[in-house]
């Protein structure tokens, strides 16, 4: 158990709905990261964040937003879904935003589904 | 980031060592190797990193070479749970965000 909450575990919706993945990092953790993993793609880092700041952005479309909140927990917003949406969506934790040696820690993942 | 590049996928009998190769040879002086692994489709899980000394942990050993450009992860006596995609990633600079390449694919036979 890495420490690291994802909520839903499984979420199965039709194209052109909106979803919310919720996030809850370790206790202590500052930083919030989301990855993206399809069959296809890999593991594609989409955004970080730190201390309810963004700190980073990656291969995040234009239709999927994320904030996180005074309480640390963060949401990654996905809108007007496609079929290609569907993955595992990861969340990671660690406690500074910037340092290189760092561990991240990841939770069990958000597996959507667009039908 | 510096890219890396592993092969695709590896065999290893149950109880050897699992020896995991990766080149990054445009690597800069400050950034890290970092190992980590994913079993089916759970979450990536850290393994071990270095910066150019060798490391060893609970889990693994790592050898960097002098030169810094490849180095090797070691699972010294690798079980059927040790099978799972492992993930060589060179990371530094301004920020510490991982960037996964495809990673190898290690299969521990019985």
């Known amino acids: 158990d890495s420490g690291v909450t994802q909520t839903p575990k499984h979420l199965i919706t039709a194209t052109g709905q909106r979803v919310t993945l919720r996030c809850s990092p370790r206790?202590?953790?500052?930083?919030v990261y989301w990855y993206q993993q399809s069959l296809d793609q890999g593991l594609q880092f989409l955004i970080q964040?730190?201390?309810?700041?963004?700190?980073a952005k990656g291969n995040i479309l234009e239709r999927f937003s994320a904030q996180q909140f005074p309480d640390l927990h963060s949401e990654l917003n996905l809108s007007s879904l496609e079929l290609g949406d569907s993955a595992l969506y990861f969340c990671?934790?660690?406690?500074?935003?910037?340092?290189?040696?760092?561990?991240?820690?990841f939770g069990e993942g958000s597996r959507l589904t667009v039908l | 980031d510096a890219k890396t590049t592993q092969p695709t996928s590896m065999d290893c009998a149950e109880g050897r060592a699992a020896n995991l190769p990766c080149n990054h040879s445009?690597?800069?002086?400050?950034?890290?190797v970092y190992w980590y692994r994913q079993i089916h489709s759970q979450g990536p899980q850290y393994i071990i990193h270095?910066?150019?000394n060798n490391e060893t942990n609970e889990m693994a050993s790592l050898i960097i070479t002098e030169d810094r450009k490849s180095s090797t992860l070691i699972l010294p006596h690798a079980t059927l749970r040790d099978t799972a995609v492992y993930y060589c990633?060179?990371?530094?600079?301004?920020?510490?965000?991982?960037?996964f390449g495809t990673g190898t694919l290690l299969a521990v036979q019985p």
């Open positions: 206790s202590g953790d500052l930083s």
């Open positions: 445009t690597i800069s002086g400050n950034e890290y």
């Open positions: 990671a934790s660690s406690v500074s935003p910037n340092e290189a040696t760092g561990e991240l820690f």
């Open positions: 964040y730190y201390n309810g700041e963004e700190r």
């Open positions: 270095g910066l150019k």
């Open positions: 990633i060179v990371r530094g600079g301004a920020t510490n965000k991982l960037i």
